[in-house]
Each structure stands twice: as structure tokens, then as C-alpha cells.
């Protein structure tokens, strides 16, 4: 089953929660002169048309990246982040919206490598196509067409060794939470020095999920592991999605520091109804 299309979700609050993340992740993979590997585990297109018809169908980037993207912050996450949004939109006119595959190649040098995983053919295919048109032909960038979870196992431990890997499941089927466990726990001891960073929704209907995820971690005993989520308004219904958070595992040093400054300064763009949490599942919970 693999009917989820990120273009329909593009830009959304959960895509800047993520994207900012992961853009601090990377600077700190970037502040040392020694090569890094990416590994995307679900890269989806690469880049999206927030004028296409999947993106206008509930302009979901309106709760999101629409908010952000003017944003005069000087906290250097945020700008750096919306300065890559501007940069994608020169005309002034928010239309393209980055995915995790192109945020990450702009942060590639010359000897770091990056492999995106995708399933999803119509998804691999434009992830081609964006990689040859906007990424750029590229021997540093791998793309795999194969599931998440079995290929993140067959390619670690990568070279380089330093390195992140992001689990983006879009957990169509419930059966993802505990795959994102089971795979992530064989990954540390296949790759203790990996930085980890998973994403999962904050759902209105289905509060266990996230808890039972996260409570799964707290149990065990991952190094330096951090729970970022942001919260906000209680969307219609339907939308069901009210939040998203991110598991990190190996956090850098002071990683919790930096998300509460870039979360404060993202809750200055963000609406009123908009909070965070950041915590190290099973210990003390700083909120903003
Ligand atoms: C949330 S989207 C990814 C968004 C992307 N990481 C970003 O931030 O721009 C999830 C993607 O996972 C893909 N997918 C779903 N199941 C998969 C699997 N078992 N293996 C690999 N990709 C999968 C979907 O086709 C979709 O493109």
C-alpha cells in the first residue's frame, strides 16, 4: 500500500519542524572538517510545486511555511532554513518548497556522500529527475528504489562513518511505529556513531501512537536521545494532525539548547495557538 503523496502534506508545520532539524543536524556534521555520510530513508520527490493541485488541495503550507518564510529572525537556524526557501523562489512568490533530499545536497562537499531511499516509483522518478535538473548529476549522491527499513539495514554502516540518517515514515500503515522501533535498534548496534532523527505525527485520534513511540525509546536506553515536537492549533477533523515531533538519537552537544532558541523564534512567525516541547524521554521537559 503506498498511496501517500508528499506534495499533498508539502510546506506544512510538520515539514518545518523537520526541515529545521534536520538543517541543524547537518551544520553540526559540517562544523568539523571530516566527511559525512545522509542517509533519507523516505526521500520522497526531492522538491515540490506548492501551485500543483495536490499542494492546493488543503494548502497545508499555509499552516506552515507560508507563516515562516518572511521571517527577519536573527536566530542563524531559522534564517539559514527560510534563506534556503527564498533562494528556491527568487521572485518574491512562494511556489517551491525544498524536501529533505535537496536541503541536505546543498549541505554536501566534496567527499561527503548522501543515499536517498524511496519506494514509491512516481516518487523515485521525479527524485531522479530533480536530482539530474536541480541537484545536480551528482557521484556523491546514491538513490535506491527499495523499502526504508530493509535497505537503511543493508546499507550501514556507511562511509564515511560520521554521519545522520532521517526515518520519515509517512505511517499510512500503523505497522510503521514499530518497524521505526525495530529498525532503529538494530541501526545503533550496527552504528553507534550515527546521529538518528526520526519524525512522527502528534495525531487527535490516535494520542497512543506517539506516547507508545516514544515511551519505546525512553525504555531503551538510547544515547544522548532528545524528543523535539511542536505543536499546533486543533486543526478540523479531518486534518486529524494537530503536531509532529522528532525522536533524535546521539544528539550533538547542546542540540537542546539551539531547538529552543530556533523554536522560540519560530513561535514569534507561527500562530498564537503554536507551542513546543523539548524532553529527553524519561527526564526533564523544557516547554515554550
Ligand atoms: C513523509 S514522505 C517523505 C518526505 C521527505 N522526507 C521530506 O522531508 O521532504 C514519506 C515518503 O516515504 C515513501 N515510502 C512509504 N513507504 C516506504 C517504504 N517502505 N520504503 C521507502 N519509502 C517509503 C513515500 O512514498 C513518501 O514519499
Redesign the pocket.
Known amino acids: 500500500m503506498?498511496s501517500?503523496?508528499?506534495g499533498y502534506?508539502a510546506g506544512n508545520h510538520a515539514?518545518v519542524l523537520?526541515?529545521l532539524v534536520l538543517l541543524g543536524l547537518l551544520q553540526r556534521l559540517l562544523s568539523k572538517d571530516k566527511p559525512f555520510t545522509y542517509i533519507?530513508?523516505?526521500?520522497?520527490?526531492g522538491v515540490y510545486d506548492l501551485n500543483s493541485a495536490e499542494a492546493r488541495l488543503n494548502t497545508e503550507h499555509a499552516s506552515g511555511i507560508s507563516r515562516v518564510w518572511h521571517s527577519r529572525s536573527d536566530d542563524p537556524l531559522l534564517s539559514l532554513y527560510v534563506g534556503r526557501v527564498r533562494a528556491l523562489n527568487e521572485d518574491g512568490r512562494l511556489r517551491w518548497y525544498p524536501?529533505?533530499?535537496m536541503l541536505a545536497a546543498d549541505c554536501l562537499r566534496a567527499e561527503d556522500h548522501m543515499h536517498l531511499?524511496?519506494?514509491?516509483p512516481a516518487?523515485v522518478e521525479e527524485l531522479r529527475f530533480n536530482h539530474l535538473h536541480g541537484l545536480g548529476t551528482d557521484d556523491r549522491v546514491s538513490i535506491h528504489q527499495?523499502?526504508?527499513?530493509e535497505?537503511l539495514l543493508a546499507i550501514t554502516p556507511p562511509e564515511p562513518r560520521r554521519g545522520l540518517a532521517?526515518i520519515?515514515?509517512?505511517y499510512?500503515d500503523k505497522q510503521d511505529y514499530q518497524k521505526v522501533v525495530n529498525t532503529v535498534l538494530k541501526l545503533q548496534r550496527r552504528w553507534p556513531v550515527g546521529i538518528v532523527a526520526v519524525w512522527y505525527p502528534l495525531l487527535a485520534r490516535q494520542r497512543d501512537r506517539s506516547a507508545w513511540l516514544k515511551s519505546a525509546f525512553a525504555r531503551e536506553n538510547l544515547p544522548d536521545l532528545l524528543s523535539i515536537e511542536l505543536s499546533v492549533e486543533e486543526q478540523a477533523e479531518d486534518f486529524g494532525m494537530h503536531g509532529s515531533g522528532m525522536l533524535i538519537i546521539n544528539a550533538p552537544w547542546q542540540f537542546r539548547e539551539q531547538m529552543q532558541a530556533t523554536l522560540g523564534a519560530l513561535m514569534k512567525e507561527l500562530s498564537a495557538g503554536c507551542s513546543f516541547t523539548i524532553d529527553s524521554p524519561g527526564s526533564v521537559v523544557t516547554r515554550g
Request: charged fraction near 30%.
Open positions: 503506498l501517500y503523496r508528499h502534506h515539514d523537520k526541515h533519507d530513508s523516505h526521500s520522497g520527490a524536501g529533505s533530499p531511499l524511496e519506494l514509491h516518487e527499495r523499502d526504508a527499513f535497505g532521517l520519515d515514515p509517512a499510512e
